[in-house]
């Protein structure tokens, strides 16, 4: 069936530093879409992207699909304390499947 | 639109009970998604409808768990009967899904299952 794999799984900086997720699908994806969740809270829609080789960006976010729809990434550049929480890619290719999930961490 | 419903928020339970939990969409949406998130499994998909009709339940931990969806407004989760292993918070979510792509996902506040 359809794996979705995220890493790392969790990631500490410090505030100002640059952080990075990565999202690994077993299949080629129609669309992959991102969610945050903040500690006691529930996912919420960051962004969905659907081409091949796209790149979107929100403020300090930045998110990438892969040529071949099977990978993407978030970057985020120079985090703040209000980053914290855990990013979730969801891979849609018939139905969706949730990464793991990475813990982002903001040391002040 | 006030966004998707779940109540109970927290239900405490002892071994052996029934629980239902519930889940009200959003209008409009012909999506919904039941999930089970813990600390040591993460965001499992447990269920999925599409137009009321369960489409993937492949994540369905076993018998004592089934899921309902009568209309477009309301579902169900129940677990019969519960265990302590069932304690997690469960999510609902609803989308809309039109030729192949499904747009995001809007989930609910969760409800925080304890079971004694």
Known sequence: GQQVMQIPQYQHVQEGE?????CNSSTTLSNIQWYKQRPGGHPVFLIQLVKSGEVKK???LTFQF?????NSSLHITATQTTDVGTYFCAGHA???????GTTLTVKP | D?????SPRHEVT???QEVTLRCKPISGHNSLFWYRQTMMRGLELLIYFNNNVPIDDSGMPEDRFSAKM?????????IQPSEPRDSAVYFCAS???ASGRLDEQFFGPGTRLTVL
């Open chain 1, 18 to 22: 640059d952080f990075t997720t990565y």
């Open chain 1, 58 to 60: 929100q403020k300090r």
């Open chain 1, 66 to 70: 892969g040529e071949a729809k099977k």
């Open chain 1, 94 to 100: 018939g139905k969706s499947t949730f990464g793991d």
């Open chain 2, 2 to 6: 006030a966004g998707v419903i779940q």
């Open chain 2, 14 to 16: 002892e071994m052996g």
């Open chain 2, 70 to 78: 009568p209309n477009a407004s309301f579902s169900t989760l129940k």
């Open chain 2, 95 to 97: 989308s809309f899904l």
